[in-house]
């Protein structure tokens, strides 16, 4: 992809966001990293510098919106913006393979890991692992193989926004449906990005 493609919005407190990942990205292995990445936008969440863009708090009706805010050309990490209106979420999914470090900006995401106990094909079975209700300022690291997990706006009524950084561009995923007991059937899913403006 062409560098002059990829996307950077302007908001409040970029240049400082930007600055602190990049710093943080450079921090050794994968663990080292996401813990570094984590601690990093926890501050950032607190900071009343960083403001995220209007549009990021603006919910879309039949899908959770995915606004991609910037991506590193040096580094090659994603920067991606969450909108969650009342009662949206995910199914049980990865992350292809990388890493991620999500922190929740406003309202409150419920998050449940799930641990993989056998694979047949297609088919996984999974069990629940733990979970969480997530308000701002928290934040939680993915690292394969321990990527997978459900995200929900249990709110009727109110809209919730996290920040995702991702090791890269996230372009696909495995969704797994539910087909019985602790069996899910893997599917895949394109993932697409809403407009950031």
């Not at 308000?135 to 690291?141: H, L, T, V």
């Not at 990527?147 to 809209?159: K, L, M, P």
């Not at 919730?160 to 991702?166: E, N, P």
Request: net charge negative; hydrophobic share 35%; with cysteine.
């Amino acid at each position: 992809m062409n560098i002059a493609t990829l996307p950077d919005i302007d908001f409040p407190g970029h240049d400082r966001l930007i600055a602190a990942i990049d710093a943080a990205v450079t921090a050794g292995d994968d663990q080292t990293v996401t813990r570094s990445v984590r601690n990093t936008l926890c501050e950032l969440i607190r900071d009343r510098g960083v403001r995220l863009p209007d549009c990021v708090y603006e919910p879309i009706t039949d899908h959770y919106a995915r606004r991609e805010l910037y991506r590193s050309p040096q580094h090659g990490y994603s920067v991606v913006a969450m909108t969650w209106g009342p009662g949206q979420g995910t199914p049980v999914h990865d992350h292809s393979g990388l890493w991620c470090v999500e922190g929740v900006w406003d309202g409150e995401l419920e998050i449940t890991q799930y641990e993989l106990l056998e694979q047949d094909g297609d088919r996984f079975r999974f069990r629940p692992a733990g979970g969480m209700q997530a308000g701002p300022g928290s934040a939680g690291s993915l690292i394969p193989p321990h990527e997978y997990h459900t995200i929900r706006n249990n709110s009727d009524d109110q809209v919730a926004v996290s920040l995702h950084i991702y090791k890269a561009e996230m372009q696909c995923c495995s969704t797994f449906a539910p087909v019985g007991g602790e069996w899910y059937q893997r599917g895949a899913n394109v993932l697409r990005t809403d407009e950031a403006a």
